[in-house]
Structures are given as C-alpha cells and as structure tokens.
C-alpha cells in the first residue's frame, strides 16, 4: 500500500481530485505489472485530510456535542425558572417602582443586567475549571490517530465562553422578562398569593420549565442506558483468545538483518523465554489481534473454479510460531497446530471457522488447498488446521477472513511480535524479557510492550468514553431535573403556606395535603417523560452507529430512564410535600398576618 499527502487547488472539488487518483492507479498497470498480493492499479482514493484525521471519530463527537447542547439547555432552563421566582417574590418592590414612574422596560432591563452579571461569573468559575482540567477531559475524549495532540484551549475558547454567557443571559431573562410584559402596569404586591393566582401565573411557567426540562433529561439518560447496555455486550463478546497473563513485544531488527539471520534470532528468543521462570507459553506472529491490522491479499480455493478473477476472496495474511495458538490462548477446532516439523515441511497453513465454512460449506476444510501469491512466486498451501473463530481486528465488526502460515515459512521477515503467557504479573515478567532479548541482539529494538488486557481495552476505548460522557451528563441532567423540581415545589409550598394552613385548620389531615402538593409536583415530570420518550423514539436512529447488540429503540432502556426520572421527580417533591403536610397552622397564620 502507499499513502501520499498532497495539496489540492482552491477550484479543485474532491470528485475531480478523486478521478485523477484513480486515472494514475490505472496509468501504472500500463507500466507495472503487478502480483495480487500488491496489486496498485484498483482501489485507489482520495479523501480530505480533516477526514483522515478524524476517522470515525466524527459520530461519536457530534452525539457528545449534541448531549451537551441538552444538559446547556435544562441548566438555562433551571435558572430561568429561579430567576422567575426570584422576579415574583419580589412583586412588591417592583410594584412600587412602577408606581414611581418606572416603565416595564427599565424592569426588564433591571432582570437581565442581573442575569447577565450571574452569566458572566459562571463564565469566569467554568474557564477556569476548563483550563484545569483541560488535557484530563481531552484524554477521556473517542479521539484517535493523534487528534487529541492537536486540540487546544486559546483565547478564542474563552471569547467563545463569554459570547456564550451573553447568549444565556438572554435566554434565562426570556420566561421572567415575558411574565412581566404580560402583567405590565397590574404589578401587585398579593397578586399571586392564592392558589388560583398561582395556578394561572407563575406554576403554570414553572410546570412548563420543568417538563420541558425532564424531556431533554429522558433523551439523555436514554442515550446513557443504551451505551452502558452496549458496552455491556461487547464484554460480553468472546474475542477468541484469553488475554489474562499475556504480555506482548514488538521486536524490530536493524535495517538489513538478512532473513536467515532474522530466522535464527526469533528461534533464539522463543528458547531463551521459554526456559524464564513463570513463562508458561510464548510464540510469535507478525500481527497482534485488535490492536494491528496488518495486510491482506487475494487466495485461489480449491475447488471453487466460481471464485476466480475478481471474485477471488481476501483474506488476512498472519504467520504463526509453534506455540503461538497456546499462548495466545486460542483454539483449534479441526487439524493439527503449526509444529517444528513445518520449518523444512511442505507448505501448510492454518485457517479460521469463518474461513472453512464459507469456501467449503459441509465440508472438512483439513487437506484443501489454498495458493497465496504473497512472495516472489505462488505457494500452494495445504490447510492442516481450523482455528476457532477470533476477532482480529475488532470486537463489533465482522472479522476479514484470516490464515496463518508458518513463521518459518514466511518469505519476508520484516520482525515479529512476541507473545508471552506466564503465571508471573506483567511488572515481573516484562524486565526479565526485555534483558534476555538484549542479552541476544541489542540493536533489536523492543517496542509497544503491553499485556493483551491493555490491547482489549483499547479496543473498547472509544464506546467506554462514550458511556463515560453520556453518564455523566445523565447524571447532571438527573441532578438538575431534582433540583428544579424540588425548587418548584418548594416554591409553591412556600407561596401557599397561608392557604394550606388554613385548609389544615379546618380539618385537612397531613396526609391529604402531603398527596396533593406531591401531585402537584409529580404532574409535570410525568408530562415530560411521555414526551420525551417519544423525543428519544424519534431521535433513536441518531445513536444506532454506536449501538451494539441492542436496538435503539430498546425497551429495557427506555424503561430505565422514566423510572429513574419518576423516581427523581418524586424523591425531590417529597420533602417539601412532607414539610407541607407538617405546616403548624397557628405559625404560619401568625407569619402571614405579619
């Protein structure tokens, strides 16, 4: 394969740059004639640098943008419904100003200049905290291919912030600014002391708020329960390998090490690991599963002549030391495993389920043929072994078709991987491997030293670091939906003490006024689960890329989140419900009298 970075011309769309591409690939067949495994005249493409960057990266980033554009939206909905409370309690004063000759403007004014200095303090406290806890936030990012190295916080970050403050200030001041253009001149002190009053006026602005922000809170707790459940299943996946006490080497000889010599070397190493105490396996390959994705190349099937020309498969080409299944801990399900007698044998090769069932449905595999045309001429190999389906390069995707062929029958040896199976920690193991393979070659470099856990985990990097995000910001939108719940019952409770005592004079019992205020204030988050259900059931398509073995309209999800937001909803209406259902009447008539 060749990759090249070039620059277009500003009139140059990506169409005619991508023909180009493809119109040379064609010119060099007039040249170059080609082998299968290095064919360079077909699949050539041009894609946009900021493409190649990104990678599939794209998806992942918009959704997290798009969790924290809701969790932005029921934060402003939460201070707006504060500031509107605030506005009303303070009726009065406004009352009095307007009969001094201050016009409904000047009032607005007043409200927003006050939202706008709250907007910009919370701006200055979350620059800060961003500037701590940059580079931990980026490291948490689905970034991939060195991305993340490139992101950076500038001074357009923070005029970016501050635009923003502005922006919320506004949109926190539009509920209170609009209650007060509506009542204009008729401000009064009592106004909304009853319950009528309140009904009509400011609980009817705050239900809204509150179900509007518990909708946006079911779209994100959705999304979070859809990727805890998709991690969950992808854990549940069975790579095909056992990764526990498996540490690996990437072993790089010197430019121009000659082949034999190369050969010599890793039969050296595989000896000298073997005999390390705790070492229970070891063997080598070219290519790691999950973590390299290493080359792939046409075969010719025998006895298949329909799968000829064009139609010939591909698959992964990997080679394969005695020892190297049992190390890695994977499975023969046919044949025999690769063994030192292969060295100065016939060709042979080891082939995956996936593989023998498809060449040869209902039939054994072990004794077929297959011609690869990796090296200078073609080999015809005989499959000796099928080896238990293994996800080579991703736990999701569907793996490529995958073969291994003999370490010492490879005709290039480019270096190698080393895989180690012991009983010893990977801390113990690792120092003792790396002295050995020095004490043999020090110009063999040793590089990407990792266990196989680590390998497995940076295959889930990306859907953890989704689940991570969309967590917490469920978390958040949870914690802020208590909150505004909680603010508007209490708020309620507190503007009809006087009318609840008296009902409780009369004879209400606590348990009455208990169910009714928790009622009251379970009403709207039940209104904003319906519709944000049916939000998150429109929206659903938008996550599906993520998802994995679980539907985005999946029920168990969906159930999870309105529980979790009833139950929120409830749990925060209840206390002031209870305080309610314990008011004294004789306090809190004597309170009001004065």
């Not at 190349?297 to 080679?319: C, F, H, Q």
Request: hydrophobic share 50%; glycine share 8%; net charge positive.
């Amino acid at each position: 394969y060749l990759t090249m970075v070039a620059s277009a011309k500003p009139a140059a769309s990506p169409a005619l740059v991508n023909g180009e591409v493809q119109r040379i690939a064609k010119l060099l067949g007039t040249r170059f004639t080609y082998p299968d495994a290095s064919q360079k005249t077909k699949g050539a493409h041009a894609i946009p640098i900021h493409t190649y960057l990104l990678g599939d990266v794209r998806t992942p980033l918009l959704l997290l943008l798009g969790a924290v554009g809701l969790l932005f939206l029921i934060a402003c909905a939460n201070a707006a419904a504060l500031i509107l409370a605030r506005t009303t309690d303070r009726a009065g004063e406004m009352a009095v100003r307007a009969a001094l000759g201050a016009g409904v403007g000047r009032l607005a004014r007043q409200i927003l200049a006050e939202s706008l200095v709250l907007a910009i303090c919370a701006a200055v406290a979350g620059s800060l905290l961003a500037s701590a806890g940059f580079r931990v936030l980026v490291a948490r990012l689905p970034l991939q291919r060195g991305f993340g190295s490139t992101v950076a916080i500038g001074w357009t970050s923070f005029a970016a912030a501050f635009a923003l403050a502005l922006f919320i200030a506004f949109v926190v001041s539009i509920v209170p600014v609009r209650h007060l253009f509506r009542r204009g001149r008729e401000l009064g002190v009592n106004r909304e002391r009853s319950d009528d009053g309140l009904r009509h006026g400011v609980r009817r602005v705050h239900d809204a708020i509150i179900a509007a922000q518990v909708t946006l809170a079911v779209l994100l707790v959705v999304g979070s329960t859809l990727l805890i459940r998709t991690v969950e299943h992808i854990r549940d996946v069975n790579p095909g390998f056992d990764a526990r006490g498996v540490t690996t080497y990437n072993l790089v000889p010197p430019s121009g090490m000659p082949v034999p010599v190369t050969r010599q070397f890793f039969r050296d190493v595989l000896d000298r690991v073997t005999t390390l105490s705790g070492v229970t396996h070891v063997g080598m390959t070219n290519r790691l599963p999950l973590r390299d994705l290493g080359y792939e190349l046409t075969v010719k099937i025998e006895g298949r002549p329909d799968l000829e020309g064009a139609k010939r498969p591909n698959s992964l080409y990997r080679t394969a030391s005695p020892g190297f299944l049992s190390a890695m801990g994977m499975h023969l399900v046919a044949g025999r495993d690769i063994d030192l007698t292969d060295a100065s044998g016939a060709p042979v090769v080891l082939i995956d389920e996936s593989f023998a069932r498809s060449m040869w449905p209902r039939q054994s595999a072990i004794g077929k043929h297959i011609t690869e045309h990796w090296g200078p001429e073609p080999v015809t190999r005989t499959v000796v072994g099928v080896v238990r389906e293994t996800h080579m390069t991703s736990l999701i995707a569907e793996s490529p078709f995958t073969m291994w062929i003999p370490l010492e029958q490879a005709p290039v040896q480019q270096g190698g991987v080393l895989v180690v199976r012991s009983a010893a920690s990977s801390g113990v193991v690792m120092p003792l491997i790396r002295r050995e393979i020095a004490a043999l070659n020090s110009q063999v470099a040793v590089s990407r030293v990792q266990t196989m856990d680590e390998v497995e985990s940076t295959a889930l990097a990306a859907p953890l670091r989704l689940r991570f995000f969309f967590s917490a910001f469920a978390a958040l939108a949870l914690s802020l939906g208590a909150i505004g719940v909680y603010g508007a019952v209490s708020y309620s409770v507190a503007r009809r003490r006087a009318e609840i005592a008296v009902r409780m004079a009369l004879g209400a019992s606590p348990g009455v006024v208990l169910r009714e205020v928790l009622i009251v204030g379970i009403t709207p988050v039940a209104f904003g689960v319906g519709a944000g259900s049916v939000a998150a059931l429109g929206a659903s398509r938008l996550v599906s890329g993520v998802l994995y073995g679980v539907r985005p309209t999946d029920v168990v999800s969906f159930s999870v989140a309105a529980l979790a937001l009833l139950a929120a909803g409830a749990a925060a209406a209840f206390l002031p419900a209870l305080r309610a259902g314990h008011t004294n009447p004789v306090e809190a008539l004597r309170g009001a009298v004065n």
